[in-house]
C-alpha cells in the first residue's frame, strides 16, 4: 500500500521548544506535502517538496525529503502553543493517480505553555 | 482570495436517508478530490474528477456517486445513509490533475447519521 506512516503518534512539548515529526511512505512519490489540522477542523496546507527537493523552508517550519530513505521530516522551531494540532504527511505518487493524495495517520502536537 | 467553499458545514441525518454534499473549488481549479476522514483517522480518498469526467477512485462505497459540473463544482451523493458514514468530508482542488502542485482543501463537511 501507498500509505504513510508518521512518527510519533503523540508529541507533547514546552513553548520555545522544536517540534520534529517523521513521516515514511512506501513507493515513489511526484511530490510530498504536509497538511495542520485544528481539531476536527478543515486542513490547511503547510509545504509541498517535489521529488527533486531535499529541502525547503517556510518561516518556522522546515522539511526535508530523502527519497533514498523514502522518508520526510517536519521541523517546527520555537513552536507555540497556537501550533497545537494534528499534522500530516500526504504522498502524490504521480502517474495514474491524477494528483490523489495517500495520507500517513499523523502526529498530534500539543505545545504547551 | 476565495477558498474552496463547501456545504452544508454540518449535517445530520437518519439511517438510510440520503444526503448531498457540495463543493466549490477556487476558480480555474479544474480537478476535484473528496476524502472521508473518520474519527481520529486520516483522510481517506474516495474519488476524484479532471475536466469534469472521473479521473480516480478509491475506497468509495457503491451508495455513494459523485459528479463534476460544466462551473466545476462538485457535489458527493450518499444514499441508503449507514452510522458508519458519520464522518468529516472534504473536497479539495488543483489546477491541472498531473500539476506537481499543491491542493487546496475545504473547510469539510460534517456529516452525523443517526
Known amino acids: 500500500s501507498q500509505q504513510g506512516e508518521e512518527d510519533p503518534q503523540a508529541l507533547s512539548i514546552q513553548e520555545g521548544e522544536n517540534a520534529t515529526m517523521n513521516c515514511s511512505y512506501k513507493?515513489?512519490?511526484?511530490?510530498l506535502q504536509w497538511y495542520r489540522q485544528n481539531s476536527g477542523r478543515g486542513l490547511v496546507h503547510l509545504i509541498l517538496?517535489?521529488?527533486?527537493?531535499r529541502e525547503k523552508h517556510s518561516g518556522r517550519l522546515r522539511v526535508t525529503l530523502d527519497t533514498s530513505k523514502k522518508s520526510s521530516s517536519l521541523l517546527i522551531t520555537a513552536s507555540r502553543a497556537a501550533d497545537t494540532a494534528s499534522y500530516f504527511c500526504?504522498?502524490?505518487?504521480?502517474?495514474?493517480?491524477?494528483?490523489?493524495?495517500?495520507f500517513g495517520q499523523g502526529t498530534i502536537l500539543t505545545v504547551h505553555p | 482570495a476565495a477558498g474552496v467553499i463547501q456545504s452544508p458545514r454540518h449535517l445530520i441525518k437518519e439511517k438510510r436517508e440520503t444526503a448531498t454534499l457540495k463543493c466549490y473549488p477556487i476558480?480555474?481549479?479544474?480537478?476535484v478530490y473528496w476524502y472521508q476522514q473518520g474519527p481520529g483517522q486520516d483522510p481517506q480518498f474516495l474519488i476524484s474528477?479532471?475536466?469534469?469526467?472521473?479521473?480516480d477512485k478509491g475506497s468509495i462505497p457503491d451508495r455513494f456517486s459523485a459528479q463534476q459540473f460544466s462551473d466545476y463544482h462538485s457535489e458527493l451523493n450518499m444514499s441508503s445513509l449507514e452510522l458508519g458514514d458519520s464522518a468529516l468530508y472534504f473536497c479539495?482542488?488543483?489546477?491541472?490533475?498531473?500539476?506537481?502542485?499543491?491542493?487546496?482543501f475545504g473547510q469539510g463537511t460534517r456529516l452525523t447519521v443517526v
Open positions: 517538496i517535489r521529488s527533486n527537493e
Open positions: 474528477f479532471y475536466e469534469k469526467m472521473q479521473s
Open positions: 513507493t515513489s512519490i511526484n511530490n
Open positions: 476558480p480555474r481549479h479544474d480537478t
Open positions: 500526504a504522498t502524490d505518487w504521480g502517474g495514474t493517480s491524477y494528483g490523489k493524495l495517500t
Open positions: 479539495a482542488g488543483k489546477t491541472g490533475a498531473h500539476m506537481n502542485t499543491e491542493a487546496f
